[in-house]
């Protein structure tokens, strides 16, 4: 809503925050696997809440930040469960605010409310069944 620009780092595991004219504002993240640490982060979303959602990808989670880029919660784990993800590569929303993740090892997308309860998924099941 501020017209600002989101930047994943995936090579430095770190998020950084630009205005529409590309002055720097502020990074944050650290290798590791604790809150604000990623492992090789890749796809970024906001919603309409202002909640910015990170696909972060080595640690098979996603992380749920406020528009200040400060820790508002995640969810995920490393597995083949539902909830569960391996590798999620990217997040989307619907009208409706579910969010939408690309768990690329699982082969599969899965859905959620914005709180990270499951609800159901869809894709590719079985080995050797295509990627996305």
Request: charged share 25%.
């Amino acid at each position: 809503g501020e017209g600002n620009i989101l930047v994943v780092d995936s090579g430095k595991d770190r998020i950084q925050k630009f205005t529409g004219k590309g002055t720097f504002l502020k990074t944050i993240g650290s290798s590791g696997k604790e809150i604000l640490q990623f492992n090789s982060p890749v796809g970024i979303r906001v919603n309409t809440s202002s909640e910015v959602y990170v696909c972060d990808r080595k640690n098979h989670r996603i992380q749920v930040l406020d528009c200040n880029l400060s820790f508002l919660r995640m969810f995920g784990r490393c597995g083949p469960r539902d909830g569960e993800f391996a590798f999620p590569r990217d997040v989307a929303f619907d009208s409706f605010q579910k969010v939408y993740v690309v768990d690329s090892g699982n082969h599969r997308i899965q859905v959620f409310m914005p709180d990270g309860t499951f609800l159901w998924k869809f894709g590719c099941e079985g080995e050797g069944s295509g990627q996305f």
